[in-house]
């Protein structure tokens, strides 16, 4: 059984800083793309961060210079530090990673946190 935790998400003022950390566990023998995606209330998830295993990084637009996505192959973890964090950031934030669960299987599967709720005030 795949397990990807969430942590690091809380109440925050406008300008403050939090990083979210989401460990994966169970049986899979690789983890290739790890990223992380936010849904706020009446709205479509959308993504926010990803990274390749190498190590390639992506971003949305409205976090591109505020957020920084990274990853520790050695403890199957991915962290997502935000800073300057403004109101329209509220949301819950999920990660999402691409597991290989044996050098049998030819595809990965795509698994998802649980969620972590992150409020920003004003």
């Known amino acids: 059984q795949v397990q990807l935790v969430e942590s690091g998400g809380g109440l925050v003022q406008a300008g403050g800083s939090l990083r979210l950390s989401c460990a994966a566990s169970?049986?899979?023998?690789?983890?290739?793309?790890m990223g992380w995606y936010r849904q706020a209330p009446g709205k479509q998830r959308e993504l926010v961060a990803d990274?390749?295993?190498?190590?390639?990084?992506n971003y949305a637009d409205s976090v591109k210079g505020r957020f920084t996505i990274s990853r520790d192959n050695a403890k199957n973890t991915v962290y997502l530090q935000m800073n300057s964090l403004k109101p329209e950031d509220t949301a819950v934030y999920y990660c999402?990673?691409?597991?290989?669960?044996?050098?049998?299987?030819?595809?990965?599967?795509?698994?998802w946190g649980q969620g972590t709720q992150v409020t920003v005030s004003s």
């Open positions: 999402d990673a691409f597991l290989r669960a044996s050098w049998l299987t030819s595809s990965d599967t795509q698994y």
């Open positions: 169970g049986r899979f023998v690789s983890i290739n793309a």
């Open positions: 990274i390749t295993r190498g190590g390639s990084t």
